[in-house]
């Protein structure tokens, strides 16, 4: 079974600077993916960003970047210039790509994220 | 609109009751997910469904049943409800192989069983 492992129970940063947030993952496979969602007190699960395993190419949306290193099974988000809104619960997460228990997801336990003005 | 809803969005039932938790999605996805999340513990899958003639057990699926109605419903059942099923409960859909992989979550419901 695949786990998912986010060591960082809770963070802080100043608004305007940068953060990152750690995600460790064990799994065989060789095809999957891997996802940063955030959910905001609103509740709802938004997705930020996500990695295909096959890339080496590190996946960027904005603000928001990983650092994927595979063979260390590593997947961390930096999110530069943070804002009030990035204030959130931020969860990693591993997807299977093939075989018994494709396309799941499994989550990791999450990272409470505080923006501080 | 929303693409995936849920119904009720909060509901507050006693132990042993029968609950069902409604999910509706318009994004015409072929799949459809149950997850259940608790405070630190992250989201679990309960169950999962890859079209309507498939029903699959997730983590966490005793307890629980689904039914997959139509493509774009798929509802969640607790048959006795007890306290430690209280929680977040989110469904989410996806549009499967052909399509992709990324997972479109509805707002969620908050159980509480008393």
């Known amino acids: 079974a695949q786990t998912v492992t986010q060591s960082q129970p809770e963070m802080s940063v100043q608004e305007a600077e940068t953060v990152t947030l750690s995600c460790t993952y064990d799994?065989?496979?060789?095809?999957?993916?891997l996802f940063w969602y955030k959910q905001p007190p609103s509740r709802q699960m938004i997705l930020v960003i996500r990695q295909e395993a096959y890339k080496q190419q590190n996946a960027t949306e904005n603000r928001f970047s990983v650092n994927f290193q595979k063979a260390a099974k590593s997947f961390s988000l930096k999110i530069s210039d943070s804002q009030l809104g990035d204030t959130a619960m931020y969860f990693c997460a591993f997807m299977r790509y093939s075989g018994a228990g494709s396309y799941q997801l499994t989550f990791g336990k999450g990272t409470k994220l505080s923006v501080i003005p | 609109d929303a693409d995936v809803t849920q119904t009720p969005r909060n509901r507050i039932t006693k132990t042993g009751k029968r609950i069902m938790l409604e999910c509706s999605q318009t994004k015409g996805h072929d799949r459809m997910y149950w997850y259940r999340q608790d405070p630190g513990l992250g989201l679990r899958l309960i169950y999962y469904s890859f079209d309507v003639k498939d029903i699959n057990k997730g983590e966490i699926s005793d307890g629980y049943s689904v039914s997959r109605q139509a493509q774009a419903k798929f509802s969640l059942s607790l048959e006795s409800a007890i306290p430690n099923q209280t929680a977040l409960y989110f469904c989410a859909t996806s549009e499967g192989v052909r399509g992709g992989y990324e997972q479109y979550f509805g707002p969620g419901t908050r159980l509480t069983v008393t």
């Open positions: 799994t065989s496979e060789n095809n999957y993916y």
